[in-house]
């Protein structure tokens, strides 16, 4: 048989062809960058003014009252709608409730230790916050009462003591928004037992806690009377700014 010739093997068809036409290897097409994207425009959260020292004691600013009616009347408040016109100019209608104000005592007991004296506080039930409640003793003031006799006779009916010196803590209202009724708090110190005779409706009892379990019942918000918060934090505070001068 006649030799066959070899056929020489075939080139891959596309490296064949891209070496006869010299054809270089096209480089990847470039991709467009893409637009950024515009940036948005923040807005501008509104801020309060910082004031770099404590703001300055005005005069008091009150409301022209157009006219009062007496909505209900009970033994310890009553009840008004008010028309008005406020301070800034705006005509308002207001509910509000009208007391003859409350004192309220943080009587203190110092002679063993001035940085954790113990502290006068009563236990009773408040039908109100459906509970019973540990409190600083307070009551109301009678119509036209001087607020420091008024403290003076609260602390003696609830819990028999009396003071040997008394100073005014601060002032406050309890809830502005609906309730008229301002609050006086009064330091009672030189405390002098003596017999209670608490009113017919009140069942109180009371005990002498230490300051720094006081501060402990209200960190565990084992108080949840607004009065005592107030009264007793800033006591408190009082005494330690004292003791690092």
């Known amino acids: 048989m006649p030799n066959e010739e070899k056929a020489a093997p075939a080139a891959a068809p596309e490296k064949e062809l891209k070496k006869a036409a010299g054809v270089k290897k096209a480089a990847a097409p470039k991709t467009e960058k893409k637009a950024p994207k515009p940036k948005k425009e923040k807005t501008k959260k509104p801020k309060a003014k910082k004031l770099s020292k404590a703001p300055q004691v005005v005069a008091v600013e009150t409301a022209k009252l157009v006219s009062s009616v007496v909505v209900y009347q009970g033994p310890l408040f009553r009840v008004q709608h008010d028309k008005l016109i406020e301070p800034s100019g705006k005509a308002n209608e207001r509910d509000v409730i009208r007391h003859n104000g409350s004192v309220v005592i943080l009587a203190v007991d110092s002679s063993k230790s001035k940085k ?130």
């Open 116 to 245: 954790n004296p113990w502290i006068v506080v009563e236990r009773q039930y408040r039908h109100a916050a459906n509970q019973y409640l540990w409190e600083l003793p307070a009551g109301k003031l009678e119509a036209g009462e001087d607020a420091l006799a008024g403290a003076q006779r609260e602390l003696a009916e609830e819990t028999g003591y009396a003071a040997r010196k008394w100073k005014p803590l601060v002032e406050y209202f309890a809830s502005p928004g609906f309730l008229g009724e301002a609050m006086k708090v009064f330091l009672a110190e030189g405390l002098v037992a003596g017999d209670a005779h608490p009113e017919a409706d009140e069942e109180i009892e009371f005990r002498l806690v230490k300051l720094s379990d006081l501060l402990k019942m209200i960190e565990k918000g084992a108080i949840k009377d607004g009065k005592t918060l107030t009264s007793v934090l800033l006591y408190a505070r009082r005494i330690a700014g004292k003791r690092k001068k």
